[in-house]
């Protein structure tokens, strides 16, 4: 199983590129995004959110998507 980090990936771009891997893939996705202009994957994905941890989201019975809220700078 290989793992995918997309930074941004709220944004328009990185939300349509996780939901191709997601669906194409059986692949690990890790999202960083501080939601400063994107919206959280709860509003955008049909998977439900199976641990959350202070900043850290798992979405999915299988946890393959891993969403931190957080920024590089911080």
Known sequence: MKTHLISG???????????????????RIVCIDDLSTGTAPEHWID??????IKNVTLYGAEERL?????????
């Not at 891993?66 to 911080?74: G, R």
């Open 9 to 27: 990936g709220c944004g328009f771009v990185g939300r349509n590129m996780i939901k191709r891997l997601y669906t194409t893939t059986h692949d």
């Open 47 to 52: 998977l439900p959110i199976t641990r959350q």
């Open 66 to 74: 891993l969403f931190i809220k957080s920024d590089f700078i911080n």
